[in-house]
C-alpha cells in the first residue's frame, strides 16, 4: 500500500488501485484487514472515510466516466429547486453501458454531439472528476424531459435560477434554440421578461 496510499477524503476505484500497482488479489486482503473499505463495486476509501454531500455524484462518475451529472441531479448540484432526486441521473451517448451500482440507482438520458459535450463543468468531489452541466442547460434539460419529470419542476428551477440572477432569459433562450427545446421554453421565458 506504500504506492497508493487513499486518502480519507478520496474514493478508489479497482483501476487507480491497479494502476498504483495493487493487485485484485491486494485489495482485497487489505479490505480483510481493515486498511480499505468497500464502498460499492468495485469502489475502495480509507476506512475513516466520511463522505461528502455529493458522494453519490462522486460514486457513479467513478463508476461511469463518460457520464455527465444531468436533469434533476444536477439541478440539486446546483441548488436549484426542493426536489430531492431519487436516483442519480446521468447524461450517456447512445449505446453506453450505464453503470450498475449496489447503493445508487442511476437513470439513464440518452444525448449526443453537442447535446451531450456543451456547457458540461468539471468538479473535484472526493478526489473524483465530477462532470455536472451548467446551470442553464440544466433548466432547459428539465424543460425537455418535462413530460418524464414534470412541467413543475422545471419552472421552479427556471424561476429560482432568474430570480437569483444565476442565469439570464438571453443564456436560457439561446441554449434552448442550441438544443432544439426553444419552442416549448418560449411561453415562460415571455412571460418571465
Known sequence: MAQLAPTK?????VAELDVGGISR????RLVERGDLVRIDRGVFAHPDFQPSQYHHLALVSLRCPSAVIALTSAAAFHRLGTQIPHAVWIALPPRTRAPKLESV???VARFSGSRLEEDAEEHVIEG???RVYGLAKTVVDLFRYRNKLGIDVALEAMREALRDGRTSIAELGR???RDRVYGPL???????Q
Not at 477524503?9 to 476505484?13: I, K, P, V, Y
Open 9 to 13: 477524503e478520496a474514493l478508489l476505484g
Open 25 to 28: 488479489r491486494q485489495i482485497h
Open 105 to 107: 440507482t442511476v437513470e
Open 128 to 130: 473524483v472528476r465530477v
Open 175 to 177: 441554449i434552448a434554440r
Open 186 to 192: 418560449r411561453p415562460y421565458l415571455e412571460s418571465m
